[in-house]
């Protein structure tokens, strides 16, 4: 697992989170658009805070009431008796700006704006009509959630904000899970309602909706600083800013405290095809599921999966590593738990010989012992010799975790085992299939709201305890990493100066300069402006040389025709006249600014550095196989820069081809510890010049054998307009 260094060199200003506590816990609460009418918004939001048991001011705010479910009603905000520390507003979208406005006059510091038709409509007027808002807003010092959004609720301090059904009823008790999330509906439904009738519990829930000021970000920032939450779980539709992202993940793992999230838009459909090869093999999701590795945020699937994997998290329990011990007595259900577990790389070693030895004396005759670990009809009917196996197994120093599965079993089994469970440093993910054999109160959802990790099935078992290994791993290495260092010889001074002087477009001779100034340096040349000049300077080198047309304007020099491999002699004239011929006919109004003669590096292995945008995290750097093969391929992996070689080789290893590299049927290994540096000085190219560049393309790397370096081949460098 790639891991996020928690230092570097290079300073960044740390984006500014804001103090939302009178947000989440306000002291008095107004509610513009109140009414008694529960087919209306404003009536079912106002009711369900009162019925949560808001113990708080509440002033409903409707010029045409004069009380609301037996409360005065006030005319406007600034009629109130006292400032409130929280508004909520549900009018026309048009309107919530002179309510907004009113706020502002005030110094009422939030406001939670309902209403929809704004941005999310589609139209130019709509997105007009939100940022005018915003701008309101921004100008009279309120922070708003929305608009269009579902609201929040604070569990803790027993205040809600929204209209959502799933609190009707008694107020559940308050728990160790925060839920934040762009959509209503699928928030609070789905993970929210859903994760209670597990048996967990809640401490906020935010459904912010068009996130037009405050963000997902900044309640997730909330919620990983909360000492009340444990964990911290999201559905976001989108992250607007991967600086802020970055800056709540790197506090979340300085805290230890996991956030998992679910981030839609997992098809490419929002990849951009762009002039280089980098762009067209950028898809926006798999930059971010990257991104997610590197930052230690657990990415998910699917709702069940969000608050299946917080069952295990909000233990704190972390395990040394991705070792885990089964139990069973179903001999079918040990299968595919095996199979299922094995395939999210979870591994079964083999028990120490003292643990061996402590299995047999609870079951006499028990001889072939495996893990996992089949103890089949001996241990039906004897009393706590499953817990006592299980107690066994963790206690194995090869044994990381523990994967007890259990079917149909008297309460004092099912005890046993949670006694275990709740007693063991190691996490224990519980597999019950069934039910209590003799007390029906005694239920998964009863052992899940005592703390314990219980699951229905094998493969939601399976995930979260390898997504909580790999959660562990990240922790660790994290802890470990050194101080990302800037490599030695680099000099973003004099790169800036050669990118300032490229001008607008810069050929391959001037990308190379550049590139030159962090280390990374091809092989011999020089250019030549006609083909006498071209088998002259070849005359000089003393390989055969590859020719190239150096212009601006061709991006893609084998297309036109600009490229000959491997000459020599007059065969240089010859071949740089017809490079010249080829391009002018593909091409008649490009700059030709000559032809670059360049000496043959032949060998080794194809590689590809690049950088493409992303609409998230800006400068992103892809790494992978290269050459002409590379949009078959697609053998490619990302990193946010800048990060070191030891992160670099981590990031080869994500890569399929990547046993080309250590050398296969004779072939030789290549120079990897060169090609790590190469990555990492390249990465630190796009920390200081990423925001002026809008694309780099270093295609081919040339990865020689070991020992003998790298070369880049051909380059591109794309100034953003």
């Known amino acids: 697992m790639q891991v996020a260094n928690p230092h570097s060199e290079l300073k960044r200003d740390r984006p500014p989170f804001p103090d939302l506590r009178r947000f989440f816990a306000p002291r008095r609460v107004a509610l513009v658009g109140a009414s008694e009418d529960l087919t209306k918004f404003g009536a079912r939001c106002l009711k369900q805070m009162l019925d949560f048991g808001f113990e708080g001011d509440v002033f409903p705010v409707n010029p045409n009431r004069a009380a609301v479910f037996g409360r005065p009603c006030f005319p406007s905000l600034s009629a109130l008796p006292a400032v409130p520390d929280h508004v909520g507003i549900v009018l026309p979208a048009a309107a919530c700006i002179g309510a907004v406005a009113e706020c502002g006059r005030l110094g009422i510091p939030f406001a939670t704006v309902f209403s929809s038709g704004f941005a999310e409509m589609g139209t130019e007027k709509a997105a007009a009509l939100q940022a005018e808002l915003v701008a309101t807003a921004r100008a009279g010092g309120v922070r708003l959630m929305g ?9 803790v301090d027993g205040f809600a904000l929204t209209s959502t059904a799933t609190i009707t009823g008694g107020r559940r008790p308050a728990g160790d899970i925060g839920i934040v999330g762009q959509s209503g509906g699928a928030t609070q439904v789905n993970v929210m309602w859903r994760a209670q009738e597990y048996g967990l519990g809640v401490s906020y829930q935010v459904s912010s909706g068009n996130d037009a000021d405050l963000d997902l970000l900044d309640y997730m920032h909330f919620l990983v600083e909360d000492p009340h939450t444990k964990v911290v779980l999201a559905l976001a539709e989108r992250f607007a800013d991967g600086a802020k992202l970055q800056a709540l993940a790197a506090r979340a793992a300085e805290l230890g405290k996991p956030v998992a999230l679910i981030k839609f838009g997992r098809t490419e459909t929002g990849a951009k095809a762009a002039a280089s090869h980098t762009g067209a093999v950028t898809g926006a999701d798999a930059v971010f599921d990257a991104a997610a590795r590197q930052l230690g945020l657990i990415r998910v699937v699917d709702a069940p999966e969000l608050y299946e994997v917080a069952m295990l998290l909000r233990q704190g329990k972390r395990p040394a590593g991705n070792r885990a011990a089964a139990l069973a007595i179903s001999g079918g259900n040990l299968v595919l738990l095996s199979d299922l577990s094995a395939a999210q790389g979870i591994a079964f070693p083999d028990y120490a010989p003292e643990t061996n030895e402590k299995l047999r004396k609870l079951v006499p005759g028990f001889m072939n012992i495996t893990n996992p670990t089949d103890m089949s009809a001996g241990a039906i009917g004897s009393k706590d010799i499953f817990g006592q196996a299980a107690r066994a197994l963790l206690e194995d120093p090869s044994v990381d975790a523990a994967m007890p599965v259990v079917t149909i079993a008297p309460a004092e089994d099912i005890r046993a085992i949670a006694a275990m469970a709740a007693a063991s ?9 069934g039910r209590c054999a003799d007390d029906p109160a005694l239920t998964p959802q009863a052992l899940v709201r005592e703390g314990h990790a219980v699951f229905r099935d094998a493969l939601p078992a399976a995930q979260a305890l390898a997504r909580t290994m790999r959660w562990s791993d990240f922790l660790r290495r994290r802890s470990a990493a050194p101080i990302l260092v800037r490599p030695a010889d680099t000099d973003p001074d004099t790169a800036r100066r050669l990118l300032r002087e490229a001008g607008d477009r810069p050929n391959e001779r001037s990308s190379r300069a550049i590139l030159g100034c962090y280390g990374l340096r091809g092989p011999e040349e020089a250019v030549a402006t006609s083909p006498e000049e071209a088998e002259a300077l070849a005359a000089r080198m003393p390989r055969p040389v590859a020719l190239k047309v150096l212009s601006p304007d061709i991006l893609h020099k084998t297309e036109a025709g600009g490229v000959k491999l491997g000459l020599r002699g007059a065969a240089v004239r010859t071949g740089a006249a017809e490079i010249l011929a080829n391009v002018r006919a593909h091409a008649p109004d490009a700059l030709i600014e000559g032809v670059l003669v360049q000496e043959m590096v032949t060998g080794g292995q194809e590689m590809l550095l690049g950088m493409a945008r992303d609409a998230t995290f800006g400068p992103v750097l892809t790494l992978g196989f290269g050459g002409i093969h590379v949009e078959v391929l697609r053998d490619v992996t990302f990193r946010l820069p800048p990060i ?25 290994a290549a120079d990897v510890p060169a090609l790590a540096d190469a990555i990492a000085r390249f990465s630190w190219l796009l920390a200081d010049l990423g925001e002026a560049l809008e694309e780099v393309d270093v295609n081919p790397l040339a990865v020689l054998p070991a020992g003998q370096g790298v070369r880049v081949l051909d380059a591109l460098l794309v100034k953003r307009a």
Not at 425 to 433: G, N
């Open 147 to 155: 608009p269009n959004c579902n609201g929040m609720i604070n569990f």
């Open 425 to 433: 440093p190691k996490p224990v993910a519980i597999v019950w299939t």
């Open 644 to 668: 070191s070689a030891e992160e670099a080789r981590d990031a080869l290893e994500e890569l399929r081809l990547a046993p080309l590299l250590r050398g296969v049927r004779g072939a030789q």
